[in-house]
Structure formats: C-alpha cells, structure tokens
C-alpha cells in the first residue's frame, strides 16, 4: 500500500472512529449568529405585522431584521412557517409574563398589564392572518395548544386576585378570554381597534373588582 492510500485510510479510520458521532453533531449545532438572525426575524415579522396592511410582506420582514431575503428563507421556507413560529414565540413570551405578574402585589394591576400585553399578541395574529388566510391551516395544533396557554395564563391571574381578596369570584378565566377576543374582534374601524379594545379592557377590569362589604 502506498504511502497517501495509507493516510487516506487512517483518516477514514478516524473519522468513523468514537468520536466522528460527537463531530457530526457538534456540526449540526446551529451558529450564534444564525440563532441571532433568527431572533432578529422573529422579533421584526412581530412588528410588522402587527401593523397589517399591504407593506406587512416578507421583504419588509428581512429589511426590519437588518437581514437578506435568502437568509429569512433559510430560517422559514414558508410564510406560514413564519408565522407559526411568531405565534408560539408570543404564547410563550405570555406565559413567562404571566409568571413574572405573579410576584406584583397588587393582581388587579397584574391581570390588566397582562391582557394589554395579550392585544399586542393578537394586532400580530391579525395581521399575520389578513395575509395568510388562504393557506393558513386552522386545524393546526399549535393553536389549541396556545388557547391553553392563554387559558391557564389568565386562569392563575384570576386566581390570585380572587385569593387576595381584590377581585370578584363570579367571573372565570373563560369569562376573561371571552372578554379579550371580543373586544379585539368587535365590529369597528380598522385603524385604531387596539386603542378601543385596550380602553375596554380597562373598563371591564374596572369591573372585576371586589364590592366592599356592605
């Protein structure tokens, strides 16, 4: 065997040696600035189309982002992929902040600062929605999962307020929810519904509040 097949061989040998698994892997492990990239789309394709309207495209998306067309591609091959990952990154964003609110010590305080951050969840469904009905599979399960979220969420919420004596026990987090959706989906006009549901939203949370005892 010649010299350079011998070396050849030897190096085959080591690349399918134990540690040639732990390579690949760490191969595969995706780049800092890859994962910044992504982030960067997540966070810029949640401004923009929660502003709607005709400019909420890809494009306008890449250029928020500071990043190439090729490069949100990459990450999202598809609008809908896009915007599935947009939607779970807010459900969970929610999720942490309702888990943040829990330290205040005043829950009434803490379940409206948390469902004026909900409106800024659904200004990005509805926008994102207006774009992609057409294709958008409504029976996907990441939106069953995210109802949960949002339920458990506002559950804890109430609960809380309820414990402390600061909310009235009649109204249920289904109550909450159903108030939520209905005051950001209400008939009206389209430019400035966040304002109106966010207005609501204080009235109805006027409303949650425990009577003093007579």
Request: charged residues 30%; glycine residues 8%.
């Amino acid at each position: 065997m010649s010299e350079g097949a011998g070396r050849t061989a030897a190096e085959k040998g080591r690349r399918s040696g134990p540690d040639a698994g732990a390579e690949a892997g760490s191969a595969r492990k995706p780049r800092a600035d890859s994962l910044r990239n992504r982030e960067k789309l997540l966070v810029a394709a949640s401004a923009v189309f929660a502003q709607g309207g005709p400019e909420a495209s890809l494009e306008a998306v890449a250029r928020r982002a500071g990043v190439g067309i090729g490069t949100l591609y990459r990450h999202f091959p598809t609008r809908e992929a896009l915007f599935l990952a947009v939607y779970r990154r807010e459900a969970e964003e929610l999720a942490a902040l309702s888990d943040d609110l829990a330290r205040l010590n005043d829950p009434e305080a803490a379940l409206r600062r948390w469902l004026h951050a909900a409106v800024g969840m659904v200004a990005t469904k509805r926008g994102m929605a207006a774009v992609l009905s057409p294709a958008l599979d409504a029976d996907d399960p990441l939106f069953a999962e995210v109802k949960t979220r949002l339920h458990d969420a506002i559950a804890a919420l109430v609960a809380r307020g309820v414990e402390a004596g600061a909310l009235r026990d009649d109204i249920s987090a289904l109550d909450v929810m159903r108030a939520l959706f209905g005051f950001c989906y209400a008939p009206g006009p389209a430019d400035n519904w966040q304002d109106a549901a966010l207005r609501l939203l204080d009235v109805f949370v006027d409303g949650l509040r425990r009577p003093p005892e007579a």
